[in-house]
């Protein structure tokens, strides 16, 4: 299988076909190998128009919800961002290649060895995985120019809010464990705080203080 022609073609129908134009986002999403992140046997469906799993009954998300969840953040490089739930670690590859330095908290650990290992291998170095609950942020590297949660939410975790610096935003699935909406939280360079809604998805939970229970 040619995996960039792969990639050229879901980026032409799933991310420009539906509506993506920050040339950045297009631009980082052709760059980066998504087929690296899965597992081998998944590689020839990894540029496919779906999540994938990838271990633990976690997913890599759909190539399209990547784009248009990064082009809501809208990076231009010189933020430093915080992603919750780094997964395979894709997502944290495209904000890598779009910002300055990447903060990314995943609660399962071989998840987050598997990923710092793809990012690695990419020279991706800018990027910085810890192991945590990250519904409570990552307070010690705050504040972020950008967060963005990959699970879904709840509600709106107060700490991530707390940690957005002036003139920033959030992005993340808010909603009930079966559908979510996606949120952009803006906060002006005044502290004010104002809330959008963009389109309906489906993420895996977000467990942990200011999100769902484990089961
Ligand atoms: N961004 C990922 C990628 O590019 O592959 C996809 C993430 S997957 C849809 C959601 C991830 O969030 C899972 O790996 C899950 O373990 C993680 N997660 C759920 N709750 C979390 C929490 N409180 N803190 C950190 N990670 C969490």
Known sequence: MNYDIARKRMVETQVVGRGVSDRRVIDAMLKVPRHLFVEEAMASQSYNDTPLPIGEKQTIS?????????ELLELKGKERVLEIGTGSGYQAAILAVLADRVYTIERIRPLAMRARKVLDSLGLLNVNIKVDDGTCGWPEEAPFDAIIVTA???EIPEDLVRQLAPGGCLVLPVGSQVSQTLVRVRKGTDGAVSVEQSIGCRFVKLIGKHGWEAE
Not at 62 to 70: E, F, G, I
């Open 62 to 70: 759909q190539p399209y919800m990547v784009a248009l969840m990064t």
């Open 152 to 154: 879904g939410a709840p």
